[in-house]
Every structure is written in C-alpha cells, then in structure tokens.
C-alpha cells in the first residue's frame, strides 16, 4: 500500500523486533553473521555489505524518495564518491556551476587528475544543459536549489533531455529534502543526499545516502559500495531513523520560519541582494513552484557595502544563530560561504556565480520566528 509521506517518515523500513517486540529499530552493533553452514544464513555475512540498522534506514530512504533501493554512506561525500567511481577516463560529467564546494573539490581535485572532464553549466538553463552535452557525456550532476545562491534546476526538463540521450542523471537532492521535492518522480536516476543536514535534522551525525529505482545500477553501485568501503555504522543509522520521524513537522517548520526571515531581510536597509525561491521576483520562482511542495528555510543575503572585515564583524554577532558550517538542523545556523563551506572554490570562480565576500547564508531552524527575526536585527545594527 501506498502510504502518505508522515506515514513513511515514521514508518518505512521499520516493524516492530520479531525476537522482543521492541517498538523502535535495535542498534545492531555488530560487524558479522552467524552462519548455518558456509552461505546459509539470514541475509547479513558481514556489516560492511549489509546491517540490519542500516537496511532499516536505506528502506526508509528509499520510500521517501518513491525509490526502489536505498544506499546509505559513511558520509555525503561517500555518495558522490560512489557514483563517480562508475566512469572511465575519457567520461565527460555535466555538472552545475554553483555547486557545493565539496563537490566541486572531488570533480576538480580528485577525479580530473584520473582523466574524467567536468563541464560546469548554468543549470537553471535547460538549453545551455542542452548546448554543452557532447558524445562522452555521460552524466549529469546537479543541485536544486543550489548552494548558497539557491538557483533552480528544471529537474523534470533535464531529465527528458537525459532519457533522450541515454546519460545517467543524478540529483543531490540536499537542499530541498524529500519533503519537498522527489527528482525520481520527475526524471532522475539517482537522488543523492547529504543525510547529516535536513534528514538527519539535528547536527548529531554525518551521512550520506543515493535512492535509485533500476536495480541493475544498484547493483552496480552496491558493488563499489561493497567493494570501497563508505559504509556508515548502526548507531548513526538509529539516530537518522529517529531523527526522520519528525522531517515532516521540522520541513513545515524550516519552511515557516524561512518565509518570515526572508520576509524580514527583504526591505533591510543593511541588504543589498537576498535569494529565496519563494520571492516572485526569483528567477527559479515558478520552477520551484512547479516542483517543490514549499521554499525551504535556507535565505542568503548579500550585505550592503560590507567589506569582508565587516562581514565577519556582523556574523560574529549572532546570539540565536551559530556560525557554523553546515545547514539543516533544527538550531539557526550561519554561514560565511566565500572562508567556509565554499572555501575550496577559487575566488575568481566563485565570485562568477555570487559567492562575494559580503554574502551569508542562513539556515534558518525551528526556534520561534520572532527571536530568529530580534536576533538578525541585532546583529545588522
Ligand atoms: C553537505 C553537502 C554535501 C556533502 O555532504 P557531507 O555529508 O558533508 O559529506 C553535498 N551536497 C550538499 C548540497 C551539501 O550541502
């Protein structure tokens, strides 16, 4: 039976122990498998492959996205890894040109040193998309909303694109959550996932996980996933399962309180530029109407006539918000992305795309709007 998405995020993947009846998923804190006789066992050989904790959570993953089959890694970066390790050199990979930094280091640092080329594209253009495919392309990697300056990809568009010209299509599905957007419903072969922001939704744990539909490509990437190693333990598998079982309450919350920052900055004479998809003046406004159920809780601003000294001062004065790389969890978080999370991307490169000096991201949570609102006035005094 088709369940709704609340019923999936409290129940996906989970039943209740058949040994004791414990109502919640145990943490399987093992590494091996009792076996019978040499093959004959339960499913499980050894936890590297395959743990009780963790298929809980990749069935979990799996229904959320309206997937058939769930990966969960060691971390978001574990993910990529795994899907990268499907090409050859002499493979070219279409990707975004505002990406999240970490993507861009392992595309640029790791995987370009190997033979593999990365074309980075304006994403929210379907016909620079089309423009740049070439006869070795043979993935396409994007971010919608992207990070920080939450452009939109038309993921329903790209994807008859890539049907059309047999190349692998992947989502990192990060931003929006499944919550709000689900790219396998809209085209997508693979959605990717930096678990430890909105999935896991409380800064405990960092994770990664790819959901899929065709069982041969998972197949294929269980085997490098096997075979390499990313696996993320039973514990963190627990918390994400627990943590999930409140996404939908949380994202309605993020959502909220996003509107009303937004709302707040819009008109603030210290705000010279402010990105949010929910602004009818936002170019991905109605794609992001199109295909996510609300706009999400990350804002970014760009301060007016900040150098980065007194950037830093104004984000150094927070007392709700926390400066602090990542996004997603139910605490307000701020972000300078030019010195942290977008740090590894040339200054000439990222300024191309608005990463400025004078540009902070916010991740608003779930605290109560009007003393995330005092808190923002404060600091830009
Ligand atoms: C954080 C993040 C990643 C990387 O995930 P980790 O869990 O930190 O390895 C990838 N993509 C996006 C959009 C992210 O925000």
Not at 90 to 107: A, C, K, P, Q
Not at 115 to 125: A, E, H, L, M, Y
Not at 310 to 316: D, P
């Amino acid at each position: 039976m088709a369940y709704k998405f609340a019923t999936k995020a409290i129940h996906a993947g989970q039943q209740a122990d058949p040994t004791t009846g414990a109502v919640m998923t145990p943490i399987y804190q093992t590494s091996t498998y009792q076996q019978k006789a040499p093959g004959d066992h339960k499913g499980f050989e050894y936890s590297r492959g395959t743990n009780p904790t963790r298929k809980a959570l990749e069935d979990c993953l799996a229904a959320l996205e309206n997937g058939q089959h769930g990966l969960a890694f060691s971390s978001g970066m574990a993910a990529t890894d795994c899907v990268l390790r499907l090409l050859k050199p002499g493979d070219e990979v279409l990707t975004g040109d505002d990406l999240y930094g970490g993507s861009y280091r392992i595309f640029t640092k790791v995987y370009e040193p190997l033979g593999i080329k990365f074309v980075f594209v304006n994403t929210s253009d379907v016909d620079a998309v089309r423009a740049a495919i070439t006869a070795n392309t043979k993935l396409i990697w994007l971010e919608t909303p992207t990070n920080p300056t939450l452009k939109l990809a038309d993921i329903e568009a790209i994807g008859k694109i890539a049907k059309e010209k047999h190349i692998l299509y992947a989502v990192d599905n990060t931003f929006a959550s499944p919550y709000l957007q689900n790219p396998l419903d809209l085209g997508a072969d693979i959605v990717m996932h930096s678990v430890t922001k909105y999935l896991g939704g409380h800064s405990d744990v960092v994770m990664g996980a790819l959901i899929m539909n065709d069982e041969q490509l998972y197949k294929n990437l269980w085997f490098y996933y096997n075979a390499c190693g990313g696996t993320p333990g039973p514990q963190d598998a627990f918390l994400v399962l627990r943590g999930i079982k409140t996404l939908h309450l949380r994202m309605k919350a993020h959502c909220e309180n996003g509107r009303k920052v937004a709302e707040f900055l819009k008109d603030h004479p210290k705000v010279e530029k402010i990105y949010w998809p929910g602004f009818t003046d936002h170019p991905g406004h109605e794609v992001a109407k199109k295909q996510m159920k609300d706009f999400g809780g990350m804002v970014s601003i760009v301060l007016k006539g900040a150098d980065l000294q007194e950037t830093f001062r104004i984000a150094s004065q927070f007392k709700v918000f926390t400066l602090a790389e990542s996004l997603g969890g139910v605490e307000s978080l701020i972000n300078h992305p030019a010195t942290m999370t977008h740090g590894s991307i040339p200054k000439e490169t990222r300024e191309k795309v608005g990463v400025v000096d004078n540009l902070l991201r916010l991740s608003v949570g779930i605290e109560d709007a009007d003393d995330l609102i005092a808190d923002l006035e404060q600091a830009l005094a």
